[in-house]
């Protein structure tokens, strides 16, 4: 939208003058009217410009001095831009035939306001008014530019919260926001004028720390976030506490380029979180070299169940009364064709990390029930279920469509949890855990001891089984607390009603002292190693005392 025009004829006069440009353009400077030369108009112009005409005037002259109308000089048109009395007028000239020339003003004074503000916003985390990750990257990029000059060093501190989703999910997403805004607070109100805190993603933060002359200022950095992040919030009434687990990466030592540097703290930050969270960690090179590890054993996993190289083995489960075998504990293993063997210990974390567990354990579930209906009834197959499975919301039907599909009566079916299940998202796990009893399928908890609540999960669900985890068992013949242990939990599953497994029995004198102490089950290296499939049918052969 044009705010003004200036018509000026080839002898440099103007011949048309309009629009409320010339309010600005005039006034007590004069007025530019039908008749004003040329001169003239400049003349008000460096009026009204006042203290800033040699600014205009240089905005102005590359400009107009080669367009000045000259009867047979070559005009062109041209832009500019020059700031008069608080405005920013855009001039545009524009050649008109017969060596005329028109001069048009808009305003844009109100337009570059919105843009620069439009600029800044996307600069800016719209919750915390913190920078985002766009302006975190110019200014480390900035900085580092600086160690380039100066060699005046930096720290990227990346931040992630911990235990911050379960507030979000449970008080929901209002009262998340309350508290990220205060997390937002500490962390400006702990680092220097010219250090950057930046929010770059739901619970992610990060801080530039410039001026870093030794590792150490870092470090004091790294403490103090994490002391200052994990003190308890109060938000609209309510006490919460989460903590802060801290990657660091130092410039030029862990890198001199923004991707390098992030990438760096973020590795640090994942060996925080693996360390029990709540912590702070630098970067090492090794990181790096474990991570690419990580990467080929997750390609290669996303591989193994089409190329079948998961197996399940068998570990016997023998009930002490009558030395009879009730059941048997299905365990995945992994054949790579390079790797050889692959523990569960070493994979199935990793699985339950990206999700993975998914798809194996339902081909876990499937696969054993397969087995079981080959073996002779009542005999049992007890699958372990990991905490991502229960995220799912298919687990109940992937469960009755195993048993549909093999045909094993889901009596003969039990799912073995940990604590981890229980720990998440209560209300639906155990609305899960109830529809699969409702089915005939028994629930065990496993590691039973080992967890912070093991005894208060036993109020929460009516467990059938209660697995003692294997080192109270190895602790028998050390420690005199290990047979205390067992004799009390083995009380507490016979008031509850429950079967009590002792695991990992590996000596005929631990076999005794559990017997001793009133467990009803046993299961460990004594009673066989897990076995293949077809090892145990020739198990049940060999022992038909067990059936
Ligand atoms: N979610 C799933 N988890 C699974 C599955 N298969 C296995 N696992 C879990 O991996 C962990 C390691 O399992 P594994 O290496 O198979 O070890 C099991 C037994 O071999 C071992 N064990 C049994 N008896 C003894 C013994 O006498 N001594 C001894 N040192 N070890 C013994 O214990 C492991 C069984 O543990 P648990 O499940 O707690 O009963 C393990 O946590 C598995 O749960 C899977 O399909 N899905």
């Known amino acids: 939208m044009r705010h003004g025009l200036l018509l000026i004829d080839e002898r440099g006069r103007v011949v048309l003058a309009s629009g409320r440009i010339l309010n600005i353009l005039g006034g007590r400077e004069g007025v530019i009217s039908q008749g004003s030369s040329l001169r003239e108009v400049l003349r008000i112009v460096r009026r009204c410009a006042g203290g800033a005409w040699g600014q205009v005037r240089a905005q102005m002259w590359s400009h107009v001095r080669a367009r000045l109308p000259r009867p047979h000089a070559e005009h062109i048109s041209g832009t500019f831009e020059m700031t008069l009395q608080q405005h920013l007028l855009e001039v545009h000239l524009q050649p008109v035939t017969g060596g005329r020339w028109a001069v048009a003003f808009e305003d844009v004074t109100a337009r570059r306001a919105a843009e620069a503000e439009a600029e800044a916003m996307a600069r800016r985390d719209p919750l915390t008014g913190l920078p985002n990750r766009l302006l975190l990257r110019e200014r480390l990029q900035e900085a580092l530019g600086r160690l380039r000059r100066s060699r005046e060093g930096c720290a990227v501190l990346l931040i992630d919260l911990d235990r911050f989703k379960p507030v979000n999910d449970t008080l929901g997403h209002p009262m998340g926001d309350a508290l990220l805004k205060k997390v937002a607070d500490r ?239 209560s209300e639906r796990t155990l609305q899960t855990l109830h529809r699969l009893r409702e089915l005939g399928v028994r629930v065990s908890m496993d590691d039973f001891g080992t967890g912070y609540s093991s005894l208060s999960y036993l109020r929460s669900f009516p467990f059938d089984k209660i697995k003692i985890d294997r080192s109270f068992v190895s602790d028998l013949s050390s420690n005199r607390d290990g047979e205390a242990i067992i004799r009390a939990i083995a009380g507490l599953g016979k008031s509850l009603g429950m079967t009590t497994v002792a695991e990992g029995v590996e000596t005929a004198d631990q076999l005794e002292r559990i017997r001793a102490e009133g467990c009803t089950d046993v299961q460990g290296y004594l009673i066989s190693r897990p076995i293949s499939a077809a090892e145990v049918l020739k198990f049940l052969t060999a022992a038909p005392r067990n059936q």
């Open 187 to 425: 962390l400006r109100s702990t680092v220097r004028p010219t250090d950057t805190v930046a929010r770059i993603g739901g619970d992610e933060f990060v801080i530039l720390q410039t001026g870093v002359r030794e590792a150490s200022d870092t470090q004091a950095l790294a403490r103090r976030l994490v002391d200052l992040v994990g003190r308890t919030y109060m938000v609209d009434g309510h006490l919460l506490t989460i903590g802060a687990s801290v990657g660091v990466a130092l410039a030029p030592g862990d890198g001199s380029e923004a991707d390098t540097l992030l990438k760096n703290a973020d590795l640090a930050l994942y060996r925080a979180k693996l360390d029990g969270r709540a912590t702070y960690r630098f970067f090492e090179p090794e990181m790096d070299a474990r991570m690419q590890a990580r990467r080929r054993l997750e390609l290669d996993m996303r591989q193994a169940l089409a190329r079948r190289e998961f197996q399940l083995h068998y570990q016997p489960q023998l009930q002490l009364e009558g030395n009879r075998l009730v059941g048997c504990e299905a365990l995945i293993r992994w054949q790579h064709p390079v790797r050889g063997t692959v523990s569960p210990l070493d994979f199935i974390p990793l699985a339950e990390e990206i999700g993975l567990i998914v798809p194996i354990g339902e081909w876990v579930m499937r696969q054993a029930c397969r087995d079981a209906v080959t073996w002779p009834a009542p005999l049992s197959v007890a699958v372990n279920v990991s905490p991502a499975q229960f995220k799912s919301e298919r687990l109940v039907e992937m469960v009755m469509s195993a048993l549909a599909a093999s045909g094993l009566p889901a009596t003969r079916l039990e799912v073995e949890i940990t604590e981890g299940v229980l720990l998440q998202e």
